[in-house]
T-cell receptor, first 115, second 110 residues
Framework: EAGVAQSPRYKIIEKRQSVAFWCNPI?????LYWYQQILGQGPKLLIQ????????DSQLPKDRFSAERLKGVDSTLKIQPAKLEDSAVYLC?????????????FGAGTRLSVL | AQRVTQPEKLLSVFKGAPVELKCNYS??????LFWYVQYSRQRLQLLLR??SRESIKGFTADLNKGETSFHLKKPFAQEEDSAMYYC????????????FGSGTQLTVLP
């Protein structure tokens, strides 16, 4: 089966610019996650979707970050305006979320550098 | 709040030696514990989870609720085991979010 697809793989922007990342989950996976992974740290959850609804966005900096999953399939994560501390790898993951099948599958990530 | 601690950022062992990657968690409830691995230039992938009680690539991990630990072990390390290993904890509720540790970079020397 095809894995989680993310684009772009790399992005370099200047601070105060905006940027968007795209994610296409594994077909049939209702749950989609966005993580931020800063160098030297583990992934940190930003937002979780179940179909097209938000389950948890408590750790999303809503003054500058936004995410949507309008049709319950692919998703975009946007940062506007970017700050230097947003430099990180942004990971998308998806899962079936069926009992005893709580396995998340990760995309390759988008590496963002804010200069 | 959930918290996962991996005390070693770097761990080096020789090929054929036993290896143990430590993980401690803090969670009030019945968490589900996982080990994820990221090989060089590959994406993060599940290695094993405690409810499966299985051995994957020779690795095992036992959940010790008394010590709140979920250490990953392998009796004889191989060079291909060199990778970044992340321990993660999931809540047992419907949201099932993962909280990751900061990771341990394992290097198996020839």
């Amino acid at each position: 089966e095809a894995g989680v697809a993310q684009s772009p793989r790399y992005k370099i922007i200047e601070k105060r610019q905006s940027v968007a990342f795209w994610c296409n989950p594994i077909s049939g996976h209702a749950t989609l996650y966005w993580y931020q992974q800063i160098l030297g740290q583990g992934p940190k959850l930003l937002i979780q979707f179940q179909n097209n609804g938000v389950v948890d966005d408590s750790q999303l900096p809503k003054d500058r970050f936004s995410a949507e999953r309008l049709k319950g399939v692919d998703s975009t994560l946007k940062i506007q305006p970017a700050k230097l501390e947003d430099s990180a790898v942004y990971l998308c993951a998806s899962s079936l979320q069926i009992l005893a099948k709580n396995i998340q599958y990760f995309g390759a990530g988008t590496r963002l550098s804010v200069l | 709040a959930q918290r996962v601690t991996q005390p070693e950022k770097l761990l080096s062992v020789f090929k054929g030696a036993p290896v143990e990657l430590k993980c401690n968690y803090s969670y009030s409830g019945s968490p589900e514990l996982f080990w994820y691995v990221q090989y060089s230039r590959q994406r993060l992938q599940l290695l094993l989870r405690h409810i499966s009680r299985e051995s994957i690539k020779g690795f095992t991990a036992d959940l010790n609720k008394g010590e709140t630990s979920f250490h990953l072990k392998k009796p004889f390390a191989q060079e291909e085991d060199s990778a970044m290993y992340y321990c993660a904890c999931s809540s047992s509720g419907s949201a099932r979010q993962l909280t990751f540790g900061s990771g341990t970079q394992l290097t198996v020397l020839p």
